[in-house]
Structure formats: C-alpha cells, structure tokens
C-alpha cells in the first residue's frame, strides 16, 4: 500500500453527513490508539458513528472498542488508506 496525503492535519476530527471524522495517519503508536479513545470517550452517549482514516489495521483497538460498547467496520477510503466506521454496539 502506498501513502495518501493526508488532508487534514493528524489527531484532527472534523464533521461530515456520515459522522464525525478522525484522521491518524502519520502518527506513531499509540498516538492513534489514544486519539480513537479520547474521542469515543469525549462524544460519550450520542449515536455519532466515528469515521477513522488511519495508515493500517488498528487490530488492538478492536478488544477496547468492543470492551467500550463499539464496533468498528472497514468502509472503502482512498488508496493507501485505512478507513473505519466506528459506532455503537446495538
């Protein structure tokens, strides 16, 4: 996979119609970790799906997402990228 400019700076969020965006790309671990955990902490009871734009597979993020109630679910990005959408557990 080949690396995607980001085009918001890393640890920025911003909002969009399909939910609050959270780019990590360029951050070294566990910068990423802790930014998915901030924010998911910091939205706290709202339904807002979170839409992570990262370099890789997060895969230790998953046990905390789902020990949180959350879910993560690959979505397509750009090339070289890594998009998940975070949301609720039902």
Partial sequence: ???VA????????WSEADGLHLEVRGMAPPGPFVAIIR???SI???????????DREPVPLY???AERGWLAE?????DGEFR???????
Avoid: C
């Fill in 1 to 3: 996979m080949g690396t």
């Fill in 6 to 13: 980001a085009p918001h700076g890393a640890g920025e969020h």
């Fill in 39 to 41: 924010l998911i902490e």
């Fill in 44 to 54: 706290g009871g709202q339904p807002v799906p979170v839409i992570v734009h990262h």
């Fill in 63 to 65: 046990a905390e997402l």
């Fill in 74 to 78: 690959r979505i397509d990005g750009a």
């Fill in 84 to 90: 998940l959408r975070l949301s609720r557990a039902p």
